[in-house]
Nanobody, 125 residues
Protein backbone atom coordinates (compact mmCIF):
# COMPACT_ATOMS: atom_id res chain seq x y z
CA UNK A 1 0.00 0.00 0.00
CA UNK A 2 1.26 3.42 -0.93
CA UNK A 3 -0.15 6.74 0.20
CA UNK A 4 0.76 10.16 -1.14
CA UNK A 5 -0.45 13.36 0.48
CA UNK A 6 -0.62 16.69 -1.31
CA UNK A 7 -2.33 20.06 -1.21
CA UNK A 8 -0.57 21.79 1.63
CA UNK A 9 0.53 25.39 1.46
CA UNK A 10 0.62 28.79 3.08
CA UNK A 11 -2.71 30.42 3.93
CA UNK A 12 -3.88 33.29 6.10
CA UNK A 13 -5.90 32.68 9.23
CA UNK A 14 -9.54 32.17 8.36
CA UNK A 15 -8.65 30.71 4.99
CA UNK A 16 -9.15 27.25 3.54
CA UNK A 17 -7.14 24.43 2.03
CA UNK A 18 -7.98 21.03 0.63
CA UNK A 19 -5.58 18.18 1.25
CA UNK A 20 -5.60 15.07 -0.90
CA UNK A 21 -4.29 11.58 -0.29
CA UNK A 22 -3.84 9.20 -3.21
CA UNK A 23 -3.97 5.53 -2.24
CA UNK A 24 -2.60 2.65 -4.27
CA UNK A 25 -1.72 -1.00 -3.92
CA UNK A 26 -4.82 -2.26 -2.13
CA UNK A 27 -8.60 -2.62 -2.28
CA UNK A 28 -9.08 -0.78 1.03
CA UNK A 29 -12.58 -2.21 1.47
CA UNK A 30 -12.18 -2.85 5.22
CA UNK A 31 -9.75 -0.05 5.88
CA UNK A 32 -10.00 3.00 8.05
CA UNK A 33 -8.19 5.96 6.53
CA UNK A 34 -7.04 8.88 8.62
CA UNK A 35 -5.28 12.20 8.83
CA UNK A 36 -2.77 13.07 11.52
CA UNK A 37 -0.63 16.16 11.99
CA UNK A 38 2.64 16.93 13.69
CA UNK A 39 4.53 20.04 14.74
CA UNK A 40 8.23 20.10 15.71
CA UNK A 41 8.85 18.69 19.16
CA UNK A 42 5.36 17.27 19.54
CA UNK A 43 3.79 13.86 19.05
CA UNK A 44 1.73 13.14 16.01
CA UNK A 45 -1.87 14.22 16.64
CA UNK A 46 -5.06 12.63 15.32
CA UNK A 47 -7.15 14.91 13.11
CA UNK A 48 -9.85 12.85 11.40
CA UNK A 49 -10.65 9.38 10.10
CA UNK A 50 -13.13 7.75 7.75
CA UNK A 51 -14.21 4.19 7.08
CA UNK A 52 -13.54 3.26 3.46
CA UNK A 53 -16.73 1.18 3.39
CA UNK A 54 -19.76 2.94 4.79
CA UNK A 55 -18.10 6.28 5.31
CA UNK A 56 -18.44 6.84 9.05
CA UNK A 57 -16.30 9.77 10.08
CA UNK A 58 -14.47 10.71 13.26
CA UNK A 59 -12.88 14.01 14.24
CA UNK A 60 -10.64 15.45 16.88
CA UNK A 61 -12.48 18.00 19.02
CA UNK A 62 -10.02 20.69 17.95
CA UNK A 63 -11.10 20.47 14.29
CA UNK A 64 -14.75 19.44 14.58
CA UNK A 65 -16.95 21.82 12.63
CA UNK A 66 -14.00 23.26 10.67
CA UNK A 67 -12.48 20.26 8.89
CA UNK A 68 -14.28 17.71 6.75
CA UNK A 69 -12.90 14.33 5.74
CA UNK A 70 -14.21 12.61 2.62
CA UNK A 71 -13.29 9.94 0.10
CA UNK A 72 -13.75 8.88 -3.49
CA UNK A 73 -13.55 5.10 -3.58
CA UNK A 74 -13.45 4.94 -7.38
CA UNK A 75 -10.48 7.27 -7.58
CA UNK A 76 -8.94 5.81 -4.40
CA UNK A 77 -8.61 9.30 -3.02
CA UNK A 78 -9.14 10.72 0.44
CA UNK A 79 -9.57 14.40 1.15
CA UNK A 80 -9.43 16.77 4.09
CA UNK A 81 -11.15 20.11 3.65
CA UNK A 82 -9.68 22.62 6.08
CA UNK A 83 -11.83 25.69 6.72
CA UNK A 84 -11.55 28.57 9.20
CA UNK A 85 -7.88 27.82 9.60
CA UNK A 86 -6.03 29.02 12.68
CA UNK A 87 -2.29 29.52 13.24
CA UNK A 88 -2.37 26.54 15.62
CA UNK A 89 -3.38 24.33 12.69
CA UNK A 90 0.12 24.81 11.29
CA UNK A 91 1.72 21.37 11.01
CA UNK A 92 2.80 18.64 8.66
CA UNK A 93 -0.30 16.65 7.77
CA UNK A 94 0.01 12.92 7.15
CA UNK A 95 -2.49 10.52 5.67
CA UNK A 96 -2.58 6.98 7.01
CA UNK A 97 -4.36 3.68 6.49
CA UNK A 98 -5.33 0.95 8.93
CA UNK A 99 -6.35 -2.47 7.60
CA UNK A 100 -7.57 -3.68 10.98
CA UNK A 101 -9.14 -1.17 13.34
CA UNK A 102 -10.37 -1.64 16.89
CA UNK A 103 -13.63 0.20 17.41
CA UNK A 104 -13.00 3.49 19.12
CA UNK A 105 -9.25 3.47 18.50
CA UNK A 106 -9.19 5.46 15.24
CA UNK A 107 -7.36 8.27 17.02
CA UNK A 108 -4.48 5.95 17.93
CA UNK A 109 -1.39 6.32 15.75
CA UNK A 110 -0.31 2.72 16.42
CA UNK A 111 -3.44 1.35 14.75
CA UNK A 112 -2.32 2.64 11.33
CA UNK A 113 -0.12 0.45 9.18
CA UNK A 114 0.70 2.69 6.25
CA UNK A 115 1.68 6.36 6.11
CA UNK A 116 2.10 8.96 3.41
CA UNK A 117 5.04 11.35 3.32
CA UNK A 118 3.26 14.40 4.73
CA UNK A 119 2.32 17.80 3.38
CA UNK A 120 3.07 21.11 5.12
CA UNK A 121 0.24 23.42 6.11
CA UNK A 122 1.24 26.85 7.35
CA UNK A 123 -1.36 29.32 8.65
CA UNK A 124 -0.22 32.89 9.12
CA UNK A 125 -1.86 35.24 11.59
Amino acid sequence: VQLQASGGGLVQAGGSLRLSCAAAGGTFSNYVMGWFRQTPGKDREFVAAIRWSGGSTYYADSVKGRFTISKDVFKKMMYLQLNSLKPEDTAIYYCAAAHRMIVGRWYTEEMYDYWGQGTQVTVSS
